[in-house]
């Protein structure tokens, strides 16, 4: 009876269904979290009749054939890369993105991780870092006499001093874009590192090649959209329980098999 085993990848399917879309819920106040999907491609089919055969003496083909089959697989959990409104907070080192691109951080291994987190912080030496620890790329560090810091649109940070009636260039934001950003892999707090899939990092600063402009003192919302969330929700929790009902009806089948005489 394939039906039970048929049944029961849908029934899988729906379940991660579900898994994504509560990640996403639980992720609807996270600072620039994109919402994922799931995606189910159909099994292997079983070809009990191959379209195209020959069905008679006189050449008569078969139009269509009989093909069964087995099930569904999940084929992906991709992400909807969409901005989120920006909200302001009136932080001096809160950086929202306006546009595509990733702020690049260093991670105690050295590698480069990216993140579109940028409420940002200040260490202890001056050094610019996230809410982790974690470096800006490439580093810039505060003085630790400056009054107040300013970041320009392109991404220059400036000093102010109390003895000083200009202001001080401290460094320069860079961005990072990609090919294929859906191809970053996600390590958790709001990091990703690049794959083969996603291609090399293509830095550059803010407003050129494509990518977008910071703004000092926004935070970005996550995109995340909580009633197309439920309403996936529901349609989920309705296909688990029509392939739990068909699972219900092949056992049925197969009792009814057993008890004849």
């Known amino acids: ?36 999907r799931a995606e189910f491609a159909d099994l292997h089919y079983q070809q009990m009749a191959r379209a195209g055969t020959v069905n008679a003496a006189d050449g008569t083909v078969l139009p269509t054939g009989v093909q069964l089959g087995l099930g569904v697989r999940p084929a992906a959990v991709s992400v909807h890369l969409a901005q989120g409104s920006l909200s302001a907070s009136g932080g001096d080192l809160d ?63 400036y000093a102010y001093f109390e003895t000083a009636t200009e202001a001080q260039l401290l460094g320069q934001i860079t961005l990072a874009g990609f090919t294929n950003a859906k191809g970053l892999e996600a ?42 969330e439920v309403t996936e929700l529901i349609e989920a929790q309705r296909g688990y329980e029509l392939n739990a009902k068909v699972i219900s009806a092949a056992d049925q089948m197969l009792g009814a098999t057993t008890q004849v005489r």
Do not use: C, H, W
Not at 18 to 35: D, P, Q
Not at 116 to 130: E, F, M, N, P, Y
Not at 207 to 213: A, H, K, M, S
């Open 95 to 157: 950086l929202a993105i306006d546009g595509k691109g990733y702020l690049e951080v260093t991670l105690p291994s050295g590698q480069a991780a990216y993140t579109r987190d940028g409420a940002l912080k200040r260490s202890a030496d001056g050094v610019i870092v996230t809410s982790d620890g974690f470096p800006l790329a490439p580093e810039i560090i505060i003085p630790p006499d400056a009054r107040s810091i300013s970041i320009n649109s392109d991404g220059e940070v």
């Open 187 to 228: 390590i958790g707090s709001n990091l990703f590192v690049e794959t083969e899939a996603s291609g090399p990092s293509l830095v550059s600063a803010p407003g050129l090649d494509g990518l977008g402009t910071v703004r000092q003192g926004y935070l970005e919302d996550s995109s995340v959209d909580a009633v197309r």
């Open 1 to 36: 009876m394939r039906a039970l085993k048929i049944a029961a990848t849908g029934m899988s399917a729906q379940q991660m269904r579900v898994e994504t879309i509560s990640n996403n819920l639980a992720n609807m106040s996270t600072t620039g979290y994109n919402a994922r």
